[in-house]
């Protein structure tokens, strides 16, 4: 099992970037799917971009152009960068891992059985 950290959330402006961290500890994270979901007051949990263990990627259309994932296995952790925030992308933002199937491209949260605790990000306009 894989416990998942989220870190590098907070309050920044309009136009602005943000880079979150999904640190993980117990085992070999470069074998797990990841993925970053998001959840704004009031809403469904949505996707925001996955990677899969062979490092294949895929984004939220909102998202396409402005956000990047990326893994460094040797320090265990998957990373997103966020840039032209906007007040929409307020949010949790949530990591996520699978072990099983790490290959495919995995789009649903229900696909990922572990989660970390989430990290604010506040766009302000």
């Known amino acids: 099992q894989v416990q998942l950290v989220e870190s590098g959330g907070g309050l920044v402006q309009a136009g602005g970037s943000l880079r979150l961290s999904c640190a993980a500890s117990g085992r070999t994270f470069s074998s797990y799917a990841v993925g970053w979901f998001r959840q704004a007051p009031g809403k469904q949990r949505e996707l925001v971009t996955t990677?899969?263990?062979?490092?294949?990627?895929t984004y939220a259309d909102s998202m396409k152009g402005r956000f990047t994932i990326s893994r460094d296995n040797a320090k265990n952790t998957v990373y997103l960068q966020m840039t032209t925030l906007k007040p929409e992308d307020t949010a949790v933002y949530y990591c996520?891992?699978?072990?099983?199937?790490?290959?495919?491209?995995?789009?649903?949260?229900?696909?990922?059985?572990?989660w970390g605790q989430g990290t604010q990000v506040t766009v302000s306009s």
């Open positions: 996520a891992a699978a072990d099983r199937m790490t290959w495919s491209i995995k789009t649903s949260a229900q696909e990922y059985p572990y």
């Open positions: 990677i899969t263990s062979i490092s294949s990627v």
